[in-house]
């Protein structure tokens, strides 16, 4: 559908574009320029959310047309926990639209397209709450390019747990995709999962309270981002197994990850944590706050 088109179904609703960041300083600009036409016509407002970097992504995305905000920003007095879905609750204390498009800012050359597209279903179907991107996700090794093989979280632990104790969930093509749009009536009304529990933990939400009608798909075509090490692959995939037990009311052991990385001598042991603590519903704590104060 053509933006104008969508811009006139937006029917008063306020867009936000909402871009979580940490240490992205080579992309983050490009992943803003490609949203920052629509600024003042399909969406209301593009935000920054930086997770604690330590290099110039906050300069840059300011100097690119974002509003850049930290965590501390973002809700000042509220001690920071480390992970994306903080970032993604903290957003909805500083977005104001009633719709939301989230996107990674470790994005290489990210097709303009992906906002218009993201908020076609919500702005154009009835009952759609939260809108999953998918995409060919080619990864680079050594010289070699797999137009296939990035997405191994996705395709080795999430999509198979999915099938096997969620099957109605199985044919979600990216249900760990960082590029969504969704509803606030919904997003604000739902805990959020810590680290990289985030976009689970919100597509297992949206399915037990709105069915799977009120998901939407849409294909983005080809994504390129920064690829991670196994190891860090690791800790994502243990974060995104609790997360999706603790939503299917399984009982996760609460123990992190351990994982054994070769050293110079020998073998590191390495442990890494995992959080079975969600933030509130964001609604609930602006309700909490107006009350005190």
Request: aromatic content about 4%.
């Amino acid at each position: 559908m053509d933006v104008r088109e969508l811009i006139d179904r937006k029917s008063g609703r306020r867009v936000s574009v909402v871009v979580p960041a940490l240490d992205d300083e080579d992309t983050v600009a490009g992943v803003v320029a490609s949203v920052r036409p629509l600024l003042g016509g399909l969406i209301d407002e593009l935000i920054v959310l930086d997770a604690g970097s330590t290099d110039r992504t906050v300069a840059r995305a300011r100097a690119a047309g974002a509003a850049a905000y930290t965590l501390e920003e973002a809700m000042p007095g509220v001690p920071p926990r480390p992970g994306k879905g903080e970032v993604v609750w903290r957003s909805l204390a500083v977005a104001t639209g009633d719709l939301l498009v989230y996107l990674d800012a470790d994005l290489v050359a990210p097709d303009p397209l992906f906002v218009p597209a993201l908020l076609t279903p919500l702005l154009t179907e009835p009952g759609i709450t939260l809108v999953k991107g998918f995409y060919r996700r080619p990864i680079t090794t050594g010289a070699q390019l797999d137009a296939d093989g990035g997405g191994r979280v996705t395709q080795l632990v999430a999509r198979p747990l999915l099938t096997a104790l969620a099957p109605a969930l199985a044919e979600i093509v990216q249900p760990l995709g960082g590029e969504y749009a969704v509803t606030r009536a919904f997003l604000g009304d739902v805990p959020l999962a810590g680290g990289y529990g985030a976009e689970i933990g919100i597509l297992l939400d949206c399915w037990q309270r709105h069915g799977l009608s009120a998901i939407a798909q849409v294909d983005l075509g080809v994504r390129v981002h920064r690829n991670r090490p196994t190891h860090e692959l690791a800790v994502m995939s243990r974060q995104v197994v609790a997360t999706l037990l603790d939503r299917l009311g399984i009982r996760d052991s609460g123990i992190g990850l351990v994982q054994f990385l070769p050293c110079e001598t020998g073998w590191r042991r390495t442990p890494s944590e995992v959080s079975l603590v969600d933030r509130p519903p964001m609604r609930r704590v602006v309700t909490a706050h107006r009350e005190i104060a």
